[in-house]
Nanobody
Framework: VQLQASGGGLVQAGGSLRLACAATGLLFDRYDMGWYRHSPGKQRELVAVISRDGLPNYADSVKGRSTISRANAKNTVYLQMIGLKPEDTAVYYC???????????WGEGTQVTVSS
């Protein structure tokens, strides 16, 4: 299983980014897909998750500024973020979770840096 995240980069506060995570080696439509982030000195936190059925959930910190979506035909999950803030700076990781067998897979992460 491989989860390849892309789309990170350096952006000014107020800007936007679209992250993508392409999955291979798994039956994508059986997995809940999520984005997590980790910044120095903080614990890894959930940013957003989208269920196998396409139901999204967001952390309060990004609610209203983020949209998670999935394209099962492309085995890809996206995270669109607008109104970025310096506190959004982190490494963003893609996660695939299969609830029936409690299987979890992680990607290598993509750095998002928001300058003030």
């Amino acid at each position: 299983v491989q989860l390849q995240a892309s789309g990170g980069g350096l952006v000014q506060a107020g800007g936007s980014l679209r992250l993508a995570c392409a999955a291979t080696g798994l039956l994508f439509d059986r997995y809940d897909m999520g984005w997590y982030r980790h910044s120095p000195g903080k614990q890894r936190e959930l940013v957003a998750v989208i269920s196998r059925d396409g139901l999204p959930n967001y952390a309060d910190s990004v609610k209203g500024r983020s949209t998670i979506s999935r394209a099962n035909a492309k085995n890809t999950v996206y995270l669109q973020m607008i109104g970025l803030k310096p506190e959004d700076t982190a490494v963003y990781y893609c996660n695939a979770h299969e609830p029936r067998y409690n299987a979890d897979y992680w990607g290598e992460g993509t750095q998002v840096t928001v300058s003030s």
